[in-house]
Structures are given as C-alpha cells and as structure tokens.
C-alpha cells in the first residue's frame, strides 16, 4: 500500500484574491513508512492531511492510494483511518462499544465485531477496560482506546492530525511509543502531523518539512540534522535552534591571490571559502551552486566552544545568560550577528555579563546562500549528496 501527492495545491477564496494553503507538494509515502508533516503554524500540514482523507477536494493535483487515483472519491470510500487532535469518544459507550464502532456501521456481525474489538484492545494494552466508559479512563488510556478504534477498521493507511497535543509531556511519550509499536505491528503507511518536532524526529522514518504551503524538504531525521537542505530546515530543526553568521565567498581568483601572498586561503577543487568578522573557513564539500556572493555560515551550539582569551576565537560577545538544560548549560551571547547560542558543560563558570569569544568547529558548519537560502557548502562531504537531492 502506498500514498501519493502529485502537484497537490488547495486555494481558498478571499477578499481580494485568493490564498494558497498548500502549493504544489509532491510527496509518496511506502507501504509500510511512517512519515510525519511538521511545520509552523498554518504551514499547510493540516490541509494537507485533510486533502488525503478527503475532508479537502484540491484545487488541483492527484493523490493516488495503492496507485488508484481517489482525489475525487469520498472521504468513506478511500479506506483511510484518522486520528484527530480531538478524540472524539462517545460518552455513553463502552470502550468496547467505541472501539467496534466502525465495524458496527460496515455491517459486521456482533460476534465478529466483538472478536476484532477485544484483538484491538489486547493490542492496545486496554482489554481488562472493554466495560469502562470513556469518562472513567485516564487520558492515556482515551488515546489507547481511540488507536485502537483506528486500527480494528484495517485501514489501508493511517492519517493523524496532531493527536498527542493535548497530552502532557510524560504521557506524550509513552503515546508516543504505543503509536510506533502499533505501526510496526499493522505495516501500513503512517502520515502524522504535528508542529512538534521532536514527535516527529523520535517518530518518523522521514520527516517533510513544511512552510508557508511549500515542502522545504523530506529526509531522514538525521539527515534533516546534520545536512539541513535550506536555510530553514537549519533554523527549524534541532532545539536550541542552528547559529547563523554573515559572511562573503571569496571568489577562485581572490582564492589564489591570497594563497600565492601566503594566506590560508587556498583554491582546491570542489570547496568553497568564506571570510566573515576577518576570519576564513574553507569548507570540504560544494553541494549547490551559489548565486549571491553573500552566505550565511550556520553551526550548531553544540559545535560551539566559549574562550576568554579573545585571540582563540572568530569573534567576540557578551554572554547574556546561562540556562540549565539536563547536564548540560546553554548560553546565549551577543555577538556582532546578534544572538549565538553554545551549549557549555555544567562547570562552565563564566558569569553573565563577562566578554568573551566564539569559535565552532568548521567540519559541522553549513553554508547557505542568502538569495535562495539553499545550502551551497558544507565542513563535511558524508551526506552531501544525499541533502543535494532532498533541496530540490
């Protein structure tokens, strides 16, 4: 089973125009892939979903389930199972009576709804509850019970809209295990939505990214990290969120002047060079090529070592602030760029309001171009060639 966006775009009408929600994604989802769709709010993910399942008729585009062509089928001729932020259990049934609910309206007989019901339920970890209303359950356990309501109806893919938003952070993860154990038990295509990012990292076999109706790109959880596409994956991705500085290409003729005056900067084939604040990096692999003359060197805070000793780093700054998370301490320093953020250890004794300098380590820094804000260079070449291929 599989799921297909061709050229997907939803309009609405507005005074004055018209807006677009989602414009042109395409996008396949593998018979049995957990994919996730995160974004800001009014991204697009949503409506997109609701394209899917056929809540949404597109403005134009072609989705495709199993190969059939169903943009224009009915929401309950699709075979599609939702799961909403809203639960939406009946009060005055049963956990059994809301689990067999869909069997219920296919027809099925009472023995047998009875019998895929309770297999649901032992899947779930919920049968000793078949009795219980829904206002007698826990809030994890509505969630177990509302899965496994999805899953008796063997859907030919799962759909799901942000359903553990309402769960606190500790019953997030325990949710958060049971929707994966029961992806890997039912093998069907998985689309899930959410704006959390960890959801989608710790969750999802790929993960598109979404913004302002467009698809930035669709990777892996690691190479969304470690080779972000564009400028807002960069930025998007990861918490605390990627470090940007400004900065100049040097051009192959400045390369070679200054390597024949004896500088450091040296022509190589296949890298590019990037002086900012009196400072020069080459970096070990070109993936795009640039278009503007002036780039943006991302880094990560973890990559990010603090100095007292001005000379040590490529600029200075003022640390503003020192914040504990887990073992580790982040702080956040004023420099010529504005904000940069370094996660420091926990014996780091500097005090807030102290200068000091900023370096990072040049084998994990991006470079993105300031017109098209994909990435054109990166420290490191492992990987380059698969991010070239998720920009497009």
């Known amino acids: 089973m ?6 997907l775009t939803k309009s609405y009408d507005i005074p004055g125009g018209e807006e677009i929600a989602v414009n042109g994604i395409d996008l396949e989802v593998g018979e049995d892939e957990f994919v996730s769709l995160v974004g800001p709010s009014g991204c697009g993910k949503s409506t997109t979903l609701r394209c899917i399942a ?7 585009g072609e989705i495709r389930i199993n190969g059939e062509d169903v943009t224009d089928t009915a929401p309950n001729k699709r075979g599609l199972a939702m799961m909403f932020q809203d639960i939406a259990l009946y009060p005055h049934m049963t956990v059994w009576e809301n689990i067999a609910y869909p069997l219920k309206v296919r027809g099925v007989s009472e023995d047998d709804r009875h019998e895929e019901a309770t297999a649901a339920a032992e899947v779930m970890r919920i049968a000793d509850l078949l009795d219980k209303y829904p206002g007698e359950l826990s809030g994890g356990q509505r969630q177990r019970c509302a899965l496994a309501r999805t899953i008796v109806y063997d859907p030919k893919a799962f759909l799901m809209d942000e359903p553990l938003s309402d769960l606190d952070a500790k019953l997030k993860v325990a949710v958060r295990k049971e929707i994966q154990r029961v992806h890997d038990r039912v093998e069907r295509p998985t ?16 993960v598109a990214v979404m913004n302002d109706g467009e698809l930035m790109g669709i990777a892996t959880p690691d190479e969304h990290y470690n080779f972000p596409a564009n400028k807002f994956i960069a930025s998007f991705i990861g918490n605390p969120s990627m470090n940007f500085v400004t900065g100049q290409l040097l051009s192959s003729s400045d390369r070679e002047e200054r390597s024949s005056s004896g500088s450091r900067a040296k022509p190589g084939d296949g890298t590019i060079t990037v002086e900012f604040h009196d400072n020069e990096i080459e970096l070990g692999a070109t993936v795009n090529e640039p278009r503007s003359e002036t780039v943006e060197i991302g880094f990560r805070p973890e990559v990010v070592d603090l100095h007292a000793d001005p000379d040590e780093g490529y600029f200075e700054g003022t640390l503003e602030l020192i914040e504990r998370i887990g073992d580790r301490r982040l702080a956040t320093i004023q420099g010529p760029d504005g904000e940069i953020r370094a996660m420091v250890p926990d014996s ?3 005090s807030e309001g102290t200068q000091v300098s900023v370096s990072f380590d040049e084998r994990d820094a991006h470079v993105f171009d300031d017109g098209t804000k994909n990435v054109v260079g990166r420290g490191r070449t492992e990987g380059a060639e698969i991010t070239a291929e998720s920009s497009s």
């Not at 599989?2 to 050229?7: D, I, R, S, Y």
């Not at 056929?54 to 134009?60: A, I, K, M, Q, V």
């Not at 939505?193 to 710790?202: F, I, K, P, R």
């Open 191 to 206: 689309i899930y939505v959410t704006h959390d990012q960890a959801e989608a990292l710790s969750m999802s076999d790929r």
């Open 54 to 60: 056929g809540l949404e008729t597109p403005t134009s």
């Open 2 to 7: 599989t799921v297909e966006l061709t050229a």
């Open 348 to 350: 780091y004794t500097a």
